[in-house]
C-alpha cells in the first residue's frame, strides 16, 4: 500500500525556517518525481515544488524560489521541504504527492498534510 | 502565468448530472485532471488523462476536455460525491484550478 506521511510542521515565526520531511513507502521511491503542494485555511490547492525522481532537477512557483529547497533521500525514502525566510502567507497545510510515472503530471497519491503556521 | 477557471460553486440534486468545467487557453492541446477534495481530507484522483478513471473511482465519474474547457460530470450524483473538486494541468509547472464547491441538495 502506497504511504505519505508528512511531518514537521508547527508554530514559526515570520522569518524563521522549517524543514518538512515526507516519509514514502509501499512503492520505488526512487522512480518517481514528488511534489509539494499547500492549501492555506480555507483556500484552494497551490502547487509549491517538484523534483525528479533521482533529484537532478527541481521546479518552484514563484512564490516560493529562492525561500524553498527541496530535496530528497532516496536511500532513505524521504522528500524534505526547506523553507527559510517564511512568511504569514506561508500558512498552509503542506502535503507531499506522488506523480504518476509517464508524459503527465497527474498526482496519483497524497500524505495527509502538516500544517505550517507563521505567526508571532 | 498560466490560469485556470473554476466556477466557485454548483449545485445539483441527488441522482441528476453535476457539470464542473475548467477554463485554460488552449486547454484543450494539453491533458487535464480532476481531484476531489472531501472537508478535513486529502485530495483524490478521480479523473485523469481527460477522461480516464483510476482505479477505485466510480463510473459515475468522467471527463472531457477539448478547445478552452475541460469537464468534470458526475452522473447520478450522490450525496457522498458533495465536495470541493479542483482541475489540474501543466504549463511548465503544475497549475490548479481555484476549485469548484459541489453542493447536492
Known amino acids: 500500500e502506497v504511504q505519505l506521511v508528512e511531518s514537521g510542521g508547527g508554530l514559526v515565526q515570520p522569518g524563521g525556517s522549517l524543514r518538512l520531511s515526507c516519509a514514502a513507502s509501499g512503492f520505488t521511491f526512487s522512480l518517481y518525481w514528488m511534489h509539494w503542494v499547500r492549501q492555506a485555511p480555507g483556500k484552494g490547492l497551490v502547487w509549491v515544488s517538484r523534483?525528479?525522481?533521482?533529484?537532478?532537477?527541481?521546479n518552484y512557483a514563484d512564490s516560493v524560489q529562492g525561500r524553498f529547497t527541496i530535496s530528497r533521500d532516496n536511500a532513505k525514502n524521504t522528500l524534505f521541504l526547506q523553507m527559510n525566510s517564511l512568511r504569514a502567507e506561508d500558512t498552509a497545510v503542506y502535503y507531499c504527492?506522488?506523480?504518476?510515472?509517464?508524459?503527465?503530471?497527474?498526482?496519483?497519491?497524497w500524505g495527509q498534510g502538516t500544517l505550517v503556521t507563521a505567526s508571532s | 502565468s498560466y490560469e485556470l477557471t473554476q466556477p466557485p460553486s454548483v449545485s445539483v440534486s441527488p441522482g441528476q448530472t453535476a457539470s464542473i468545467t475548467c477554463s485554460g487557453d488552449?486547454?484543450?492541446?494539453?491533458?487535464a485532471c480532476w481531484y476531489q477534495q472531501k472537508p478535513g481530507q486529502s485530495p483524490v484522483l478521480v479523473i485523469y488523462?481527460?477522461?480516464k478513471r483510476p482505479s477505485g473511482i466510480p463510473e459515475r465519474f468522467s471527463g472531457s476536455n477539448s478547445g478552452n474547457t475541460a469537464t468534470l460530470t458526475i452522473s447520478g450524483t450522490q450525496a457522498m460525491d458533495e465536495a470541493d473538486y479542483y482541475c489540474?494541468?501543466?504549463?511548465?509547472?503544475?497549475?490548479f484550478g481555484g476549485g469548484t464547491k459541489l453542493t447536492v441538495l
Open positions: 488523462q481527460d477522461n
Open positions: 488552449k486547454l484543450g492541446d494539453q491533458y
Open positions: 523534483i525528479k525522481s533521482d533529484g537532478s532537477s527541481t
Open positions: 489540474q494541468a501543466w504549463d511548465s509547472v503544475v497549475v
Open positions: 504527492a506522488r506523480e504518476t510515472v509517464g508524459v503527465t503530471t497527474e498526482l496519483d497519491y
